[in-house]
């Protein structure tokens, strides 16, 4: 097991009607005045910009909102953030949405208190020091933005989505109702299931040797999230699976399903999926982050088992008791190796029928790529991870491109 640091200041309070608690939450932890950041509509449909500002008014907690931040947040809502956060002197920066509204409100957070331009943290020309507090009442299990040490924001003048990755956007609460996800298109729900899914692979196929403890934790929400998709898919209103799939959206990509598998000084996991997946909703803002991963998650599978198949046999047998034929207790003749290639090939193609089945698609054609706008990706990819990255298997470029016109 590799060493780790792992830290997870968030309160969480989780259950039904959560969110009218909000209120007395922050005004209990000293805060008097809020940014609340939100999305495109959702939350006003649903109430629950109502609920929560009534739960502030009722702790007797000023506020101010900016709304309208689109999936794929963009820098411009990010500075006109900062303005009303400066202006109005907030201590809270309180996002009421999925992971757009929780990272625009993050990257405000940074941007409040820094005296030059917010997006010289996600080109790397400056690093944050210090932040406004941020607080995330949760619409949408997905991003797992609302534990996270990270920030995802767009630039559509650059054509660049860019991260910034620090303690200081951790949230110091997340207010997490799951009767809130009852709404969500199925789209949205399966991009979600997705993405978290996502979070615990790219840390499971850190590269690294097994670490059975957290090997146990990851593989055991992967197959809690594959049990309650399809029931939330038939019954938006299940509670109990919405329930889950909140609390593994989070556990997720808090840092737990990493312990032990991340290179010290290094991310704990390999990411190179989510670099291509952020290149793929910089170039077309309209692709979901999650249905990008359903596509190329598998396809980077295909390119990089061999470097580590015992990684793909171990997730295999967890996830879907997929075990290569043994030669002699089966009675089968058939090298060894070719076994384990069958069984790998066998996981990566339930994997991928699963995120199929519910809705996600298969390839980035379906996406509107095509080559010509592949090759658009690999500058920013440069730009955001070099000309060489991934822990599981080091890629470059060319590998990039490759993955990406296999998944065409
Ligand atoms: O904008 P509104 O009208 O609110 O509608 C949203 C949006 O259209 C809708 N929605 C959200 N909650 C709803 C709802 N509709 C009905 N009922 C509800 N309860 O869903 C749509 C998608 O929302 P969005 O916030 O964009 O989705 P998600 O939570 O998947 O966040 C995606 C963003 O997070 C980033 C992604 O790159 C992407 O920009 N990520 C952030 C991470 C982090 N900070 O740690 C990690 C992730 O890997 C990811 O990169
Ligand atoms: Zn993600």
């Known amino acids: 097991m590799n060493d780790f640091s792992f830290y997870s200041p968030t309160r969480f309070v989780f259950g039904r009607k959560a969110t009218d608690s909000v209120g007395a939450e922050l005004a209990a932890s000293g805060y008097t005045r809020a940014l609340i950041v939100y999305g495109q509509g959702s939350v006003v449909r649903t109430g629950t910009l109502d609920r929560v500002k009534k739960s502030l008014e009722d702790a007797g907690i000023g506020y101010v909102e900016l709304g309208g931040v689109r999936p794929n947040p963009e820098i411009a809502s990010v500075r006109a953030g900062i303005e009303l956060a400066r202006e109005n002197a907030v201590d809270i920066v309180l996002p009421v949405g999925g992971g757009s509204a929780m990272d625009a409100a993050k990257a405000i957070a940074l941007g409040a208190v820094y005296e030059g331009d917010v997006w010289d943290f996600f080109r790397k020309r400056a690093v944050p020091t210090s932040r406004i507090d941020v607080a995330c009442v949760v619409s949408l299990p997905a991003s797992g933005s609302e534990a996270s040490n990270s920030c995802v924001i767009s630039n559509d003048e650059e054509q660049l989505k860019c991260g910034v990755t620090t303690d200081l956007n951790r949230p110091v609460l997340a207010i997490m109702d799951p009767e809130l996800t009852f709404t969500l298109p199925p789209y949205q729900t399966a991009a979600g299931v997705t993405d978290m899914i996502a979070h615990i692979m790219e840390r499971f196929f850190s590269g690294e040797p097994a670490v059975p403890v957290t090997d146990n934790i990851a593989c055991g929400m992967v197959r809690a999230a594959m049990e309650a998709a399809p029931r939330v898919m038939e ?26 598998l991340g290179i010290p000084g290094k991310r704990d996991g390999d990411w190179s999926c989510h670099g291509m997946e952020h290149e793929l909703s910089a170039f077309d803002t309209t692709i979901t982050h999650g249905a990008g991963l359903a596509v190329i998650f598998p396809a980077w599978m295909r390119h990089v088992w061999p470097e580590h198949p015992e990684r793909f046999l171990e997730f295999g047998k967890q996830v879907f008791g997929i075990e290569p034929v043994d030669p002699e207790a089966d009675g089968v003749d ?14 990566i193609d339930e994997l991928q029928e699963f995120f199929v089945s519910l809705g996600m698609p298969r390839t980035l054609t379906e996406l509107g790529m095509d080559e010509d706008k592949v090759e658009k990706l690999l500058p920013g990819l440069e730009i955001n991870r070099g000309k060489a990255f991934g822990t599981f298997k080091q890629l470059t470029l060319d590998d990039a491109r490759e993955i990406y016109l296999s998944a065409l």
């Open 334 to 347: 058939i090298e060894p190796e070719l076994a384990i290639g069958y069984a790998v090939e066998a996981t």
């Open 235 to 260: 019954d938006p209103e299940d509670y109990d699976a919405r329930a889950d799939l909140m609390w593994i959206g989070t556990l997720a990509h808090n840092g737990l399903a990493g312990c032990g």
